[in-house]
């Protein structure tokens, strides 16, 4: 879901400047939370799943930098005129 909100959180002026920050923030911690949980014991019921990709190796990844794009067109426009 955090690739989700990379890719997807950031088309709102609310979501740009809060939104979308404070879910990264709270998903970080959260992992640091379950990264410190033990390893899984063998033969636990249910099937274990494959983590998948990291997260910044994705290719939604990419789009956290749109907002910093955004920033420094407006901050270029701003100072040509």
Known sequence: MTSR???QGW???LSLVLFTP??????RITLAH???????I??????Q???????LR???SLAAALPLLWA????????TT
């Open 72 to 79: 420094m067109w407006i901050v270029a426009t701003s100072s």
């Open 22 to 27: 404070g879910t990264l923030v709270i998903n």
């Open 5 to 7: 909100t990379v890719w």
């Open 58 to 60: 994705r290719v939604s």
């Open 34 to 40: 379950i990264n410190k949980l033990p390893a899984p």
């Open 11 to 13: 088309w709102s002026p």
């Open 42 to 47: 063998p033969g636990q019921p249910g099937q």
């Open 49 to 55: 799943l494959v983590p998948g990709t990291p997260v």
